[in-house]
């Protein structure tokens, strides 16, 4: 029997590989505009438009909003650990490497995580929100590993650990909402007020 002639039958289309990219577009730019508009003021239309595709596209890849949201929150903030990871791992004083932080996260300067958070918290699921605490708590893990470290060297006084790591993302939200200083006097007047406060 010529099995070649034999059709298949007919579901969810093959997943092409250039899917994978339409994926990561999908997400970086969802992210993105969560990121600057809120999370109930942006549309699946609006992200599909910034895109260039349709928006089936999107529900072909992602079931719905909230789940659009909590995977494109959740590869941010995984991002974002990774890139705190690796400047906080450098061989150079802990000073140093804070404001370095400083200067990488308020670069990109964006909404209010909190209160986008707050929008979206109805429409999510248990396991949804579970996904971007998770994450969230990720990044703050790496600093607190830095500042146990650096307690336990002696180059900062012991204190709470979870503490500093808290405050200073808080000092960062806060230098996020900065619009009059410049990137760089911003950064080293946050790390100048922070340090001074550990000290």
């Not at 999107?58 to 650990?81: P, Q």
């Not at 929100?129 to 650096?150: K, M, P, R, T, W």
């Amino acid at each position: 029997m010529n099995t070649s002639k034999i059709k298949r039958s007919p579901g969810r289309p093959k997943r092409e590989e250039h899917d994978a990219t339409i994926d990561q577009t999908i997400l970086r730019t969802a992210s993105q505009l969560f990121m600057d508009y809120g999370y109930e003021a942006v549309s699946l239309q609006q992200i599909a438009k910034a895109c260039g595709i349709t928006k089936a596209s999107i529900y072909y890849h992602f079931e719905s909003k909230a789940k659009l949201f909590t995977t494109s929150v959740t590869s941010m903030l995984n991002l974002a650990k990774m890139h705190t990871l690796r400047i906080m791992e450098q061989d150079k004083p802990l000073y140093d490497r804070l404001e370095q932080l400083a200067e990488v996260k308020l670069a990109k300067p964006h909404g209010d995580f909190e209160m986008i958070m707050r929008e979206a918290r109805p429409t999510l699921s248990a396991e949804q929100l579970q996904l971007i605490i998770s994450a969230e708590e990720n990044i703050h893990d790496v600093l607190i590993d830095s500042f146990q470290q650096s307690m336990d060297t002696g180059e900062i006084r012991p204190g709470n650990a979870l503490f500093l790591a808290h405050t200073f993302a808080s000092l960062i939200t806060i230098g996020n909402k900065e619009i009059t200083s410049s990137l760089g006097n911003l950064s080293h007047n946050l790390i100048e007020l922070f340090w001074n406060g550990m000290k």
